[in-house]
């Protein structure tokens, strides 16, 4: 279910253009976030917004380790949403919030390094 963290990992099997299409990745501005007691491994609830086309949309993200509530309002983030959605406990995960493996495996995000417009999409 989950891809290979470790650095010695091989790269993927190769894939088409078409395919990495298929993947709609996109970027919005996290408009709030809860604390999620209930997830297995610690977790928050973000809602990010992604435009008028998009809207506003849940992830639940493990990203306690490097960041807290107040680091995350008004960031911007990449996210997969063309996913289906994903019950976790009690929660409704609508979209795949991304990020990178640091060296102890836990979640850095991914953003771009200039503000760019909600919904603005990966190519």
């Not at 650095?7 to 299409?21: G, H, K, R, T, Y």
């Not at 996290?30 to 604390?35: A, D, K, L």
């Not at 998009?54 to 997969?80: C, F, M, N, W």
Request: charged letters at 20%; aromatic letters at 8%; a negative charge.
């Amino acid at each position: 279910m989950h891809a290979n963290h470790t650095l010695d990992a091989s790269a993927a099997p190769e894939i088409s253009f078409d395919q990495f299409l298929a993947v709609d990745i996109r970027i919005g501005t996290i408009t709030s976030i809860e604390p999620f007691p209930e997830a297995r491994k610690p977790a928050l609830k973000l809602v990010i917004d992604f435009g008028p086309a998009i809207g506003l949309k849940k992830s639940s993200a493990q990203i306690t380790h490097h960041y807290t509530p107040e680091d995350l309002e008004g960031r911007q983030v990449a996210a997969v949403v063309n996913f289906p959605p994903r019950q976790i406990g009690k929660f409704m995960s609508e979209v795949l919030t991304l990020g990178f493996a640091d060296e102890e495996g836990k979640v850095v995000l991914f953003k771009p390094d200039h503000p760019v417009p909600n919904g603005s999409r990966l190519f």
